[in-house]
Nanobody
Framework: VQLVESGGGLVQPGGSLRLSCAAS????????MGWFRQAPEKEREGVAA????????YYDDSVKDRFTISRDKAKNTVYLQMDSLKPEDTAMYYC?????????????????WGQGTQVTVS
């Protein structure tokens, strides 16, 4: 399983970025793909998640109404559109995937991770 993120960068407060995560090698048809972030000296936290079998996506309260997670089934790629960015959104952002029976926001429920992409809002 390989997850490759892209799209991070430096943006001013109020700006936008779109992260992409291309997944390959996943043999399961029904699984969860999530975005997590980790700021220096802080724990990794769930930002948003989407399940391949449908249903509404999930968001952390801190990003609700600003971030949008979506999936292109044909490309097996998940996107995170981030609008109205704030300095507190600055972190390394990671894509994760797995069959998740528990909380989507718990990093421990995911075995497959991308390498991360840095987002800096300043």
């Amino acid at each position: 399983v390989q997850l490759v993120e892209s799209g991070g960068g430096l943006v001013q407060p109020g700006g936008s970025l779109r992260l992409s995560c291309a997944a390959s090698g996943f043999t399961y048809r029904r699984y969860c793909m999530g975005w997590f972030r980790q700021a220096p000296e802080k724990e990794r936290e769930g930002v948003a998640a989407i399940y391949t079998y449908g249903g509404s996506p999930y968001y952390d309260d801190s990003v609700k109404d600003r971030f949008t997670i979506s999936r292109d089934k044909a490309k097996n790629t998940v996107y995170l559109q981030m609008d109205s960015l704030k300095p507190e959104d600055t972190a390394m952002y990671y894509c994760a995937a797995d069959i998740v029976g528990g909380m989507w926001s718990s990093p421990g429920n995911f075995n497959y991770w991308g390498q991360g992409t840095q987002v800096t809002v300043s």
